[in-house]
């Protein structure tokens, strides 16, 4: 179906009371210049992700790991949200019981002012103790770029600091999987910007769909997911989320 379809017919279904959740991942962020994880810039020094992502590289070579994460937080830092962040914070504010769970731990969304994102991976904004010492929080705000050292020292224990992010084999926050599965019952899911093969996020778009939500997949590519959605618009977030928000805008 043509973009310019897809968003009529997106139109004509959404009301002003309309529940609306909305899934994002590297593809929203693609436009602000923060690289995504499986495109062409996706490698760091030749590494894959899911071969830094994870507690036993961390484990193995806490440099190295904070490396990628300084070079990210720096690369991040600069970035500013695009229009699919912004009109996705004004639909935060028009639409009642919208949710927003984000893959993308870059802190964009946040920035363009939408409020309660469920942050689905964690933040590289925030820090923790590697050995969860007596003496610190859980988890605290930290946007000191660059670490003047790498890996950087806990300030109560003088052990590893370790980024605030869930690596592939960690589990997801307890409380952030309570308000994603709440988050599924909506009029409709959209799932923006993301390759759907990281579970269990790959997984929400389809229990929204059996718990009833209209699903819609806005990415430049097809995913495994897009034959399991209702529609799939394969055009850049950035462009069809406002162009659907400016035809909404026109209808009340
Ligand atoms: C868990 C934080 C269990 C860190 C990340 C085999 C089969 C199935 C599953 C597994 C398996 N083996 C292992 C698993 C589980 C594993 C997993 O799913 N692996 C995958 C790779 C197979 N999952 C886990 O380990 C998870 N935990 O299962 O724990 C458990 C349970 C209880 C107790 C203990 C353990 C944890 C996964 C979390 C990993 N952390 N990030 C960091 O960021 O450094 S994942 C990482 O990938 C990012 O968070 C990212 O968000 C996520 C998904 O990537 P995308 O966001 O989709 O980005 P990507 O680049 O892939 O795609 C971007 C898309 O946008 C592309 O399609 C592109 O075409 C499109 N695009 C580009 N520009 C635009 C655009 N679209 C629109 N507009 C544009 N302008
Ligand atoms: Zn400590």
Redesign the pocket.
């Known amino acids: 179906m043509k973009t310019e379809d897809a968003i009529q017919q997106l139109g004509r279904r959404i009301k002003p009371d309309s529940r609306i959740t909305v899934l ?5 962020s ?2 602000s210049g923060v690289p ?4 062409p810039d ?1 490698l760091w020094k030749n590494h894959p ?2 071969q ?2 994870t507690p036993e590289a961390f484990r193995r070579d806490p440099r190295l790991v904070w490396e ?2 300084n070079w ?1 937080r720096e690369r991040i830092r600069g970035c500013q949200p695009n229009a ?1 962040h912004l009109t996705l914070a004004a639909w935060s504010r028009r639409f009642p019981e919208f949710r927003l769970i ?4 870059d802190g964009l969304h946040e920035k363009a002012g939408t409020e309660n994102v469920i942050r ?3 933040s ?1 904004w925030e820090v923790l103790c590697w050995d969860r010492c007596a003496g610190s929080p859980p988890r605290w705000w930290d946007e000191t770029v660059p670490f003047p050292m790498v890996p950087p020292k806990c300030p109560h224990c003088g052990g590893l600091l370790r ?1 605030g ?8 926050d307890p409380d952030v999987l309570e308000r994603s599965a709440a988050a599924l019952n909506c009029d409709l899911f959209f799932s ?11 997984g929400l778009a389809s229990q929204a769909r059996r718990h009833g939500a209209y699903t819609i997949e ?4 097809g ?1 495994p997911a897009s034959n399991l959605l209702d529609l799939s618009v394969q ?6 989320l406002p162009a659907l928000d400016l035809l909404l805008q026109s209808k009340f």
């Not at 984000?102 to 731990?105: E, F, G, L, M, Y």
């Not at 992010?165 to 997801?172: C, N, S």
């Open positions: 994002t991942g590297a593809g929203v693609a436009a995504t994880f499986r495109g996706g992700p899911e830094l992502a990628w994460y990210r699919a984000t893959q993308n731990v689905f991976h964690g590289i980024p992010v869930v690596w592939f084999g960690e589990g997801i923006v910007g993301t390759s759907a093969v990281v579970y269990p996020a790959a806005v990415n430049v590519e995913t055009a850049p977030a950035e462009e069809v």
